[in-house]
């Protein structure tokens, strides 16, 4: 279970009095999502301007706005309410109303609404401290933490919650700090919620001893904050720390999740633990996880750094219909092992029978890496031509480095030289170091 998910269920989509039921009941059912989009279409039909002034209902139609992510339906109820005056007059609309631009993505619609509340309270700060976060805008978020409390507005535990992440996310780890002290001195560091927030803070900072400590200190640890302490070894390295964490979960019988197994997988890539990744392969079968397409594609990034590339490619052809990912790691994983037949192989297969797949600049990195180590001169220009003209894609320097690297190996210096010259982008040390290699093996 995502981390960021179990903190988002918590955070009401609106709050609202319970008023006038009775005459919102046909609407209110049009926002559930048993129904089709279609219908919820209805309410244009129901003479949308008629209802403006129920309540409920209204909540209810902007509530679905945001289940939907429909930018123009939520536009055309704000202009309505905005037009009739009501954003001035009811805290509970224009909160949910900037709660679900923030869904949209429209941060600065929903600070616009915010800022025509007729009052401020803790659900309303927290639905743009929710915005913010959660499109990656932490310094946005802290700075409205910072004027909440500044207007005297006292955070609750999801506004605490929602600030750490944001400060997790921006390494601010003295700000991190210094709500915690808060939430001690407010008796709130019981709660789940933060406690797992918390975790996350301190193992994306680094202090890891910090977010051990906090993680041995929860009263009740849930799945959450098992993976988020996990995540944060992997993160920092600390391979044999992830190990013994989830050798841990196993002798206290935690089944784990997808995360959870994705994570100990890439403590597994980082030791080159063979055994180790195949007992977890087995415990992939046991737990009916062979199916799921982002466990398969790290499970054979293990096989293919532990250099068995036949396990990798087991896994890749039980997969039903595998995506760009998938193909790629296994690209990667032949390229580097230095199979570059097989390699050049897998690429067709996706140009003649996964047409479906439109390969990306890493699919091309990995099929140009295996031209170079295998110094098919012709066969990479033409993979290179193909990824720029058929495909689009700009080339980035790692790219130009194989061609140029074909070039010299062939003993075509001067042309690898011109290639250079000749570059749409600015060649790094990586492309000057390929020529200069050639230069030297050359005399």
């Keep these: 279970m995502c981390f960021f998910a179990s903190l988002s269920s918590q955070i009401p989509d609106v709050v609202y009095s319970p008023v006038q039921e009775g005459r919102c009941g046909l609407i209110g059912d049009i926002s559930q999502p048993a129904l089709s989009s ?11 301007r008629a209802c403006v002034h129920d309540r409920i209902a209204v909540l209810n139609l902007i509530k679905s706005c945001g289940k939907e992510k429909n930018i ?6 704000h202009a309505d309410l905005f037009g009739k005056g009501l954003l001035h007059k009811d805290v509970y609309i224009g909160t949910s109303l900037l709660s679900t631009y923030a869904k949209c993505g429209l941060l600065h619609k929903a ?24 499109q990656g805008f932490g310094h946005e978020a802290l700075e409205c933490f910072r004027q909440m409390q500044d207007e005297g507005v006292s955070p609750n535990a999801i506004t605490y919650a929602l600030s750490l992440k944001a400060c997790g996310n921006i390494g601010a780890t003295d700000l991190g700090e210094g709500i915690h002290s808060d939430i001690v001195k407010r008796g709130l560091e019981s709660d789940l919620i933060i406690g797992n927030t918390l975790v996350d ?13 906090v993680f041995e200190n929860l009263l009740d640890q849930d799945e ?24 841990r979960m196993e002798v206290m019988g935690i089944k784990p999740d997808t995360i959870t197994v994705v994570e100990i997988l890439q403590a597994c890539i980082g030791l080159a633990a ?39 490619h087991v896994v890749f052809s039980k997969l039903k219909d595998p995506d760009l990912v998938s193909w790629n790691v296994m690209l990667r994983g032949c390229a580097e092992q230095g199979h570059c037949k097989e390699t050049l192989e897998l690429f067709e297969q996706i140009w003649k029978d996964h047409s479906h797949v439109n390969p990306d600049i890493v699919t091309f990195g990995c099929v140009l890496a295996a031209c170079s180590h295998g110094g098919l001169l012709e066969k990479g220009k033409h993979y290179f031509e193909l990824m720029i003209r058929v495909y689009g894609h700009k080339p980035l320097p790692w790219h130009c480095a194989c ?39 050359h005399n």
């Design 201 to 213: 803070l301190y193992a994306k900072c680094g202090l890891l001893l910090e977010a051990r400590y």
């Design 224 to 247: 959450v904050s098992w993976n988020t302490l996990l995540a944060g070894y992997v993160r920092a390295t600390k391979f044999v720390d992830a190990f013994a964490l989830y050798g």
């Design 72 to 77: 123009w339906k939520v536009q055309t109820i």
């Design 274 to 312: 063979f055994e180790d990744g195949k007992r977890i392969h087995g415990c992939i079968i046991e737990w009916s996880f062979e199916e799921d397409m982002f466990i398969c594609s790290n499970l054979m990034a293990m096989y293919a750094k532990c250099g068995s590339v036949n396990d990798a």
């Design 38 to 48: 279609s219908r919820s279409f209805h309410v244009d039909e129901m003479d949308q």
């Design 403 to 441: 061609i140029v690297d074909l070039l010299c190996r062939a003993g075509h210096l001067s042309e690898a030289e011109e290639f250079i010259g000749k570059l749409p982008i600015q060649p790094d040390v990586v492309v000057w170091m390929s020529l200069l290699s050639g230069c030297r093996n």
């Design 111 to 134: 600070r616009e609404v915010f800022e025509q509340l007729p009052a401020r309270n803790v659900v309303s700060w927290t639905a743009l401290i929710t915005g913010y976060t959660t």
